[in-house]
């Protein structure tokens, strides 16, 4: 399990930092007519509300107990690719909580024209998901 959680800190820091360099620095950058990085922010009304968040940290530490019940068990997430794609959902899910938790919004800056504008976290998540699922 430990190894899990290095992954899932790896891909936490790599999000926060990818924020904040966007925000900085890239604010406008394009690459090519596909990619833009373009800062917004994924507001939702009740990520004001104290309950709603607390709900959120309770869930997301409910899915760290489930991922480590399911490994110890010995039946799933056994593989290197499953352990490395949990520990990337993981971690993409704890950075969009932080922005959750101190900003009351996420953090989005990748713009591909034809995609809702998104962020690493949102694609640790997903590829993580679909690592764990296929290891």
Same mark, same amino acid.
């Given at each position: 399990?430990?190894?899990?959680?290095?992954?899932?800190?790896?891909? $936490?820091? =790599?999000?926060?930092?990818?924020?904040?360099?966007? @925000? +900085?620095?890239?604010?406008? *950058?394009?690459?090519?007519? $596909?990619v833009r990085i373009r800062h917004t922010?994924? +507001?939702?009304?009740?990520?004001?509300?104290?309950?709603?968040? /607390? /709900?959120?940290?309770? %869930?997301?530490?409910?899915a760290v107990v489930s991922a480590m019940?399911?490994?110890?068990?010995?039946?799933?997430?056994?593989? @290197?690719?499953? %352990?490395? !794609?949990?520990?990337?959902?993981? !971690? !993409?899910?704890?950075?969009?909580? /932080?922005? =959750?938790?101190?900003e009351r919004q996420v953090i989005d800056? =990748?713009?591909?024209?034809?995609?809702? *504008?998104?962020?690493?976290?949102?694609?640790?998540? *997903?590829?993580?998901? *679909?690592?764990?699922?296929?290891?």
């Amino acid at each position: 399990m430990f190894t899990v959680l290095t992954y899932a800190a790896l891909a $936490f820091l =790599i999000d926060q930092s990818s924020k904040q360099v966007a @925000r +900085r620095h890239l604010q406008g *950058v394009s690459w090519g007519r $596909f990619v833009r990085i373009r800062h917004t922010c994924h +507001r939702e009304q009740f990520y004001d509300r104290l309950w709603c968040r /607390a /709900a959120l940290v309770a %869930i997301w530490c409910l899915a760290v107990v489930s991922a480590m019940w399911l490994h110890r068990s010995g039946v799933w997430l056994q593989d @290197r690719f499953a %352990i490395l !794609g949990l520990g990337c959902a993981l !971690g !993409g899910a704890a950075g969009n909580l /932080a922005d =959750i938790l101190r900003e009351r919004q996420v953090i989005d800056f =990748i713009d591909l024209g034809w995609w809702p *504008v998104f962020n690493l976290a949102d694609a640790a998540i *997903v590829g993580g998901l *679909v690592l764990a699922l296929l290891g």
